[in-house]
């Protein structure tokens, strides 16, 4: 069975910063790329940084570009989003997503996502 839980999530003042991550289990990890997404209150889900399934490479939303960090460690299955200079408008559920990109089998999986509230 396939999981993945993320952590870190929290109450964090204007300015700070925090990380998130996300464990997977059940799938081989190398052959995702793996995303963070999150969703604020009102918004549509966003895509806010990829990481190649080896680390190669990775990208991020306009956004968040200069104040997110994606890595992953392929020995622990799981994938890091550090965040510095935390916005309010940062506020949002944080999900974690594993996408497929080689081998067989379904092409997404989700986490359940850790709430990052950026409030004074």
């Known amino acids: 069975q396939v999981q993945l839980v993320e952590s870190g999530g929290g109450l964090v003042q204007p300015g700070g910063s925090l990380r998130l991550s996300c464990a997977a289990s059940g799938l081989t990890f190398t052959n995702y790329a793996m995303n963070w997404y999150r969703q604020g209150p009102g918004k549509e889900r966003e895509l806010v940084a990829a990481?190649?399934?080896?680390?190669?490479?990775?990208n991020y939303a306009d956004s968040v570009k200069g104040r997110s960090t994606i890595s992953r460690d392929n020995v622990k299955n799981t994938v890091y989003l550090q965040m510095y200079s935390l916005k309010p408008e940062d506020t949002a559920v944080y999900y974690c997503?594993?996408?497929?990109?080689?081998?067989?089998?379904?092409?997404?999986?989700w986490g359940k996502g850790t709430l990052v509230t950026v409030s004074s």
């Open positions: 997503n594993a996408h497929r990109v080689l081998g067989l089998g379904p092409m997404d999986y």
């Open positions: 990481i190649t399934r080896l680390g190669g490479s990775t």
